[in-house]
């Protein structure tokens, strides 16, 4: 019951949301709709009963399809993270103003229901309905209340996420086709026996998909316009949650369906994902907006993940669930940091800012934390998943990893100069008047601070929570 709770919540709550005609009345609903969503996530995460943690329903019997939700290890760290970062989100952009606020989080919770649903599908149809529910309301969000550039910008991404969906689903027909059961459920897709060459087409249309939604080098065009011009609470969503539909897609779906073509195909995806880190990291070297600098570095990080997650093995694949959820806050904590900055200031060029320590002391020292948490550094919650994600890879292929170490480096450098032009040096006429975080950022921020440092030191319940996942993979893969 409690996994149709996590998609049934914010499904409701966004329809009525678009119902109330008071903005504030509407910014409220939201914010009790994500708490709650969020207590159900928790619930979710420790309720380890199948009762709880699975609903069957008949859903489209004539095409073989059910309305199966269940929770495993990487749908509840993911269920998880996308019930924190609803409420990151609205807390930490709670004094922002938008224009038609009763559609805005109206499509803001519907994008949530529909992230869920992605997470828990258990039916190759309901998976890629959920898909485009998450998706859609973003497009909305997107070019309705983005940037200068937002109708040409989000025209990009819906034509690659389109052409990417329908990849998928012509593929997600045809593997129906071939199943002698005739029927979308995920266990019964696991048991389709497909030759080398039907492997090889399949993976390609799923995997396609997914790499676009992730997304990896060359698929990656559309994220860094997208990420720049969408208002930054989007950009959170899209960034903190939206990029692991694409890596679970690739872990639940396309590893254990078509083994053989991951086998055949994976030194094609690391090379590409390899390659795409490194240049990823040199482009956001030469980025003088902030937003832009986050973009590539992203692209970076899920380069890695990508890549971990094709050398199939123990360390790998451990380091990609821990980072799933890691990746995610600390990322959304850059986001809070540069919204802050952008709604007290007007700019997030880099050439603008500088000094602001003086005045936002509170906002450098968080800017930091985030920052440190961003490049991996130990002690902190994003070293244990890079460190074991580098050892999956060395053991796949020690040059490989020698290459992608080129991003740590890398990274290191463009984040420490983004931490100095933005707080040190002297301050100008636009920056003497910075001010300090408001409760609500700082409130945010403090609370990823707790989880950087608590993950950093006791991943624990990290890998207990993902290890029996793992373990499937790795035996089904075998």
């Known amino acids: 019951m409690l996994a149709l709770l996590l998609f049934l919540i914010p499904l409701v709550t966004g329809c009525i949301a678009f119902l109330l005609k008071q903005g504030n009345a509407a910014k409220i609903w939201s914010l009790l709709s994500s708490l709650a969503t969020l207590g159900v996530s928790v619930a979710a995460a420790m309720d380890k009963s199948a009762t709880a943690r699975s609903f069957h329903a008949s859903w489209l019997q004539g095409l073989g ?43 803001l919770l519907l994008s949530q229901a529909g992230l869920m649903g992605v997470f828990l599908a258990m039916d190759g149809l309901l998976f890629y309905f959920f898909w485009e529910l998450a998706l859609i309301p973003v497009y909305f969000l997107s070019s309705g209340w983005g940037g200068e550039r937002r109708i040409q910008v989000t025209f990009k991404f819906f034509i690659y996420t389109f052409v990417g969906s329908l990849i998928m689903l012509v593929g997600l027909l045809y593997l129906y086709a071939l199943n002698p059961q005739a029927s979308f459920a995920l266990e019964s897709l696991y048991k389709v026996k497909l030759n080398a060459d039907q492997q090889d087409i399949l993976f390609w249309m ?62 094609v995806v690391i090379g590409l994902s390899v390659v795409g880190m490194v240049y990823a990291s040199l482009v956001a070297l030469r980025q003088d907006d902030l937003k832009r600098m986050v973009a590539y570095s992203s692209i970076a990080h899920i380069g890695l993940m990508c890549a971990a997650i094709f050398s199939v093995n123990q ?79 060395y053991h796949f292929n020690v040059w490989y990893m020698a290459f992608a170490g080129l991003s ?71």
């Open 65 to 107: 399809a059910s309305f199966t939700l269940s929770i495993d290890g990487m749908g509840a760290i993911l269920v998880l993270l996308t019930g924190v970062s609803l409420v990151l989100v609205l807390v930490s952009t709670y004094r922002n103003t938008y224009k038609n606020p009763s559609v805005y989080y109206g499509l």
């Open 206 to 267: 799923f995997f396609v998909a997914f790499a676009i939604k992730m997304p990896i080098w060359p698929f990656h065009t559309w994220q860094p316009d997208t990420y720049e011009q969408s208002p930054t609470s989007v950009t959170m969503i899209l960034s903190g949650v939206m990029v692991k539909m694409g890596l679970l897609g690739v872990i639940r779906w396309v590893v254990p369906i078509f083994p053989e073509a991951v086998h055949h195909f994976e030194n």
């Open 315 to 393: 360390e790998g694949l451990q380091g990609v669930m821990v980072q799933l959820f890691n990746h995610g806050i600390n990322i959304i904590g850059l986001w809070i940091v540069i919204d802050a900055i952008e709604q007290k200031l007007g700019t997030r060029k880099m050439s603008e800012l500088g000094g602001m320590a003086a005045n936002a002391p509170v906002l450098a020292i968080l800017l930091v934390v985030m920052s440190l948490a961003n490049v991996a550094l130990p002690l902190t919650n994003a070293f244990i998943g890079e460190f074991l994600m580098f050892n999956g890879l």
């Open 408 to 478: 740590i480096i890398l990274g290191a450098v463009y984040t420490l100069r983004m931490v100095q032009k933005v707080i040190y040096g002297k301050e100008n006429s636009l920056t003497a008047a910075m001010t300090d975080l408001t409760i609500n950022q700082k409130l945010m921020l403090a609370g990823i601070t707790i989880l950087i440092i608590v993950f950093g030191v006791y991943p624990d319940p990290l890998f207990k929570m993902t290890q029996d996942t793992v373990h499937a993979i790795i035996a089904q893969h075998i």
